[in-house]
């Protein structure tokens, strides 16, 4: 069974760019889950996606945003792009029927 | 609002002596909690999970937890340590209230160094 799968696996930007950064589940996982890695910050919750709405979000700007597709796969975009959005963004999915949830390595995005 | 302690940042055990890695959790009744391991450069690993119920679960790679409510605590064990054990180990909580299908609030880490 494919595990969670993240592309890409690494980006270099500018401030003030655009990235997004994309998500796929593992098969018959309907949610989906970001967070954010940072130095010295730890895993901070960003954004949880169902069945292609977004149930809850962390505490990040409206420039951090996301969408959940109809094959439950998942994008997350970061407009205007800051110094400290330097960090590895980690997605999860989980299903229902309390199955844990499961991560990806991440894309690891530099802010130059 | 739950929270998550990790009290340790960083823990040294020699390969073969026996690990401990505490976690206190914040939460207004039984949380679901979780133990992740993190290897350089890769993602999150699920360890161990607790619900409910036996308040000492197994987990992959011979780790194990034990749940104290008393104490608020979720502290892994494993009883000899590998080298390829070095990595970060993540405690977190979510909550029953709307199961698994929450947001996941972890502790700060502990990494673990392993001398041979």
């Known amino acids: 069974e494919a595990g969670v799968t993240q592309s890409p696996t690494h980006l270099i930007k500018t401030r003030g760019q655009q990235v997004t950064l994309r998500c796929s589940p593992i098969?018959?996982?309907?949610?989906v889950y970001w967070y954010q890695q940072a130095l010295g910050l730890g895993l901070q919750f960003l954004l949880w996606y169902d069945e292609g709405e977004e149930r809850n979000r962390g505490n990040f700007p409206p420039r951090f945003s996301g969408r959940q597709f109809p094959n439950y796969s998942s994008e997350l975009n970061v407009n205007a792009l800051e110094l400290e959005d330097s960090a590895l963004y980690l997605c999860?999915?989980?299903?229902?029927?309390?199955?844990?949830?499961?991560f990806g390595d991440g894309t690891r995005l530099s802010i130059l | 609002a739950q929270s998550v302690t990790q009290p340790d940042i960083h823990i040294t055990v020699s390969e073969g002596a026996s690990l401990e890695l505490r976690c206190n959790y914040s939460?207004?009744?039984?949380?679901?909690l979780f133990w992740y391991v993190q290897s350089p450069g890769q993602g999150l690993q699920l360890l161990l999970k607790y619900f409910s119920g036996d308040t000492l679960v197994q987990g992959i790679k011979g780790f194990e937890a034990e749940f104290k409510r008393s104490q608020s605590s979720f502290n892994l064990r494993k009883p000899s340590v590998h080298w390829s054990d070095a990595a970060e180990y993540f405690c977190?909580?979510?909550?029953?209230?709307?199961?698994?299908?929450?947001?996941?609030?972890f502790g700060t880490g502990t990494r673990l160094q392993v001398t041979l």
């Open positions: 939460y207004g009744a039984t949380p679901y």
């Open positions: 098969s018959g996982h309907t949610s």
């Open positions: 977190a909580v979510g909550s029953p209230n709307t199961g698994t299908a929450s947001k996941l609030t």
């Open positions: 999860a999915t989980g299903g229902r029927n309390n199955q844990p949830q499961h």
